[in-house]
């Protein structure tokens, strides 16, 4: 069965970066691009990119140029996702999604920054 | 960027009848493969979202056939036959066939 499970929350000050991990399992993990998708407080769901977790190669959403980075550790079937210069408006839960279809989603991981 | 237009915003259905959400996109979503890449999901109240419909119809494993998808190019719609209380939650659209990955702003299912 496929499975997702991220890293837990996190409370950063403005300014500092987060890293979020996302562990995949019951499938072959560099056969499967994975997604980034956020959603601030009472908002809907905004897509931030995507990783291949096979070549390593990313695409992120302009927004998010210069702060976003997505990487990988295929040893343990894991894609990062770390956003750096936090501000308030960053707030929000986090999610890792399955291929571009988006057919499997992690649990979510609440990032909240605060001073 | 493709924009996803969905209506109503709000829902109140009552509990056994149908319902239906609407999805329009700026511009068409077939894929030069072929391929139409318009998904539903469906988020319940302190849940990840969960996807009921790919390719515009596909219903996943698992989810009752109580919902459906339909449509083509830039109109799409996702309907539920009987609404049951467990299908409260908000409901968005998203494509894939564009770069970036777009979402509808959901629409919020709740009864009456």
């Known amino acids: 069965q496929v499975h997702l499970v991220q890293s837990g929350a996190e409370v950063k000050e403005p300014g500092a970066s987060v890293k979020v991990s996302c562990k995949a399992s019951?499938?072959?993990?560099?056969?499967?691009?994975m997604n980034w998708v956020r959603q601030a407080p009472g908002q809907g769901l905004e897509f931030m990119g995507t990783?291949?977790?096979?070549?390593?190669?990313?695409n992120h959403v302009q927004k998010f140029q210069g702060r976003l980075t997505m990487t990988r550790d295929t040893s343990t079937s894991t894609v990062y996702m770390e956003l750096s210069s936090l501000t308030s408006d960053d707030t929000a839960v986090y999610y890792c999604?399955?291929?571009?279809?988006?057919?499997?989603w992690g649990q979510g991981t609440t990032v909240t920054v605060s001073s | 960027d493709v924009v996803l237009t969905q209506s109503p915003l709000s829902l109140p259905v009552t509990l056994g009848q149908p319902a239906s959400i609407s999805c329009r996109s700026s511009?068409?979503?077939?894929?030069?493969?072929?391929?139409?890449?318009l998904s539903w999901f469906q988020q319940r109240p302190g849940q990840s979202p969960r996807r009921l419909i790919y390719?515009?119809?596909n219903r996943d494993s698992g989810v009752p056939d109580r919902f459906s998808g339909s449509g083509s190019g830039t109109d799409f719609t996702l309907k539920i036959s009987r609404v049951e209380a467990e299908d409260v939650g908000v409901y968005y659209c998203?494509?894939?066939?564009?770069?970036?990955?777009?979402f509808g702003p959901g629409t919020k299912v709740d009864i009456k």
């Open positions: 999604a399955r291929t571009n279809q988006m057919g499997v």
């Open positions: 019951g499938y072959t993990f560099t056969d499967y691009s």
């Open positions: 990783i291949n977790p096979g070549s390593g190669s990313a």
């Open positions: 511009q068409s979503l077939v894929h030069s493969d072929g391929n139409t890449y």
């Open positions: 390719k515009v119809s």
């Open positions: 998203m494509q894939c066939t564009h770069w970036p990955r777009t």
